[in-house]
C-alpha cells in the first residue's frame, strides 16, 4: 500500500494532525491506522455489567477513534501552562496561540461554550493565599468542560467529517514496526493480527497515546532514533465528599495545586479533578489494572476524585522509568487481586489496612464499587507514600476536610510519559520521514496539548504540497 501520510493512532493528536492539513487545503493522501475500533463501535462493557472485564486485546475506554479521549472526561485546559512540555520546544507564546486557534476547532464540533475558572476573582485570590500559605502553587488554568457523553459526540462528528473529506481509516489495524531504509522512515509495518502489510508512506506519524508508550521506547531503541528517559507518575486518586471540595469546585471547577513537599522535595500535583464525578479503572494490554476518574455533564456523583502525582525522574545507570512504575502497579494490583485498592487516609497514618466494613461507616462512598479495601502502603514506595502524604496535609490548609480520616486513596494511579523523543520545533526526528507526537512523544500529557502538537504537525505537513 502507498499513501503520502500515514498517521498511527488516532487519537487527538494523530486527528488533528489530519484536520489541520484538511483546513489547509493539503490534496495529501491521508491514512490514518487505528488498532482500535470506529468511535461507534467503541463499547465499555462495565456500563452493564458494574465490572471492569479487562476486555482483550484491548480496551475500549482508551483505545480506538479519539483515543484515550472519547470517554474521557473532556476537559480541555487553555492554558499553556498545563498538559506537558510542549511549549518548551515550541515557545509558551505559539502554544497559547495555538491553544486558542485549536479550541476553536473544538467549538465548531459543538463543545459547550462555556469557560470554567474565569470568573470569582476574590474567591480565587483567597484560595490563592491559602496555598501560598501551605507552601502550593495555584496554576491558573481556564477548563473548557465537554464531559463524557459530549468529548464522545464531538469526536464522533470529528470522524465523519474526516471520513467525508477522504481520509482513509483503517481501524483493528496495529503498527508493529518502523520501514527503514538507509537511515529514512520510509513508513510502517501494520497487521490485523491475521495478515501482515505493508505500508509506504513519504512522512510517517506516530501517535500512539500513552498505551503506546513502551512499545515506541522499544522502536526507539532498536531503531536508534534519539530519546531520553522521561517522567512517570506514580500516585493516587483520591476521593472526598462533594461539600469538601464545593468552594474550589465552584471557583475553579479544577484546582491545579502544585508543591515540592519536605524531605524529598519532589514535585507533587493535582491532576484531573472531576467534581461530582466516578473514580473509574483502566486495563493496560498487560492486565496491568490502573484507577482514573471522569464525570459526566448531566450524571453526578456526591463525591469529588482528583489524582495526586509524584514525579519520579531516574538517573544513571537506571533508565527503565516505564518498567519501574509498572512494578509499583503490578505489586498493587497483586495485594488486590488484580483490582484496584482503595484505603482511609486516616488508616495509612494508623499503619492499618482498611476492611470493607469500615468504608460503610463513612461519610464518603467508593465510587468504584469493585475497588478493594487494603493496604495501599503495602506497595507504594517509601519516597511516594511520604510525598503524597505530605501534599495532602498541604492540600488540608486550602481546602479544610481534605486531610480527614474517611478520605479515601486509590492505587495505582500511574501516568506513563517516559520516552521523550528528541525533536525540533518542527517534530522533525533523527530519522528523516519520521514524526512522533501527544503523549507517545513525551511532549504532552492531555487532550488539548497532544492535539496542538496534531495542528502544528498539519501546518509543517501541509508546507510539502
Ligand atoms: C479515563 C481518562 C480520562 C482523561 N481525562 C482527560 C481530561 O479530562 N482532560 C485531558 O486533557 N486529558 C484527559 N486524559 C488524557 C487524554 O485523553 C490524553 O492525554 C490524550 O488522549 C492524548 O492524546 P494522544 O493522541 O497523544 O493519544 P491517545 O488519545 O492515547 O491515542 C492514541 C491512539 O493510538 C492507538 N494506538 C496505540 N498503539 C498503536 C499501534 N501500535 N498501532 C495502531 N494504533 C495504536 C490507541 O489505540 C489510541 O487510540 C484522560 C485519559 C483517560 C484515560
New binding site residues.
Partial sequence: MNTDLVI?????????TALELLEKGSKMKILL????QSIEKRHCPKDKTGKCLSCKP?CH?????????A???????LSYE???DLPTLITPELAQETIHYTDQIYLRFGADTHVEGLENTEEVKAIRKRAISAGLKLVDCPIR??GTEK?HDIYLGIEHYLAEKGVEMLFG????DLILEDGVCKGVH?TDGRQDQQVYAKHTV???????AD??ETICADHNIAHQPGTVDIGVRVEVRNEVMETVNRVLYESKLVGYPRPFKNKVRTF?Q?PGGFV?Q?NYDNDLAVV???SYKELKSPNTNLAILCSHNFSVPFNQPIAYAQKVGELTNMLGAGQILVQRFGDILDGKRTWPKELSQSNVRPTLPDAVAGDITAAMPYRAMLNIINFIHAMDQVVPGFAAYETLLYSPELKFYSNRVKMDAEFNTNIPGLHC?????GW????????V??VLMGRQLAKHN
Wanted: glycine share 22%; net charge positive.
Fill in positions: 498511527i493512532g488516532a487519537g487527538p493528536a494523530g486527528i488533528f491506522v487505528e488498532k482500535g484491548y475506554i482508551t483505545t480506538g477513534f479519539s483515543g484515550a479521549g470517554f474521557s472526561d473532556g476537559k480541555l485546559s498545563v498538559g506537558g468542560h465537554m468529548a489495524y496495529e503498527c508493529r501494520i506516530i501517535a500512539t497515546g500513552r498505551r503506546g512499545w515506541l484531573c472531576n473509574s483502566e482514573n476518574g471522569h507526537l501527544g503523549d507517545s512523544s504532552t500529557r492531555g487532550l488539548m496539548m497532544a492535539s502538537m496534531g
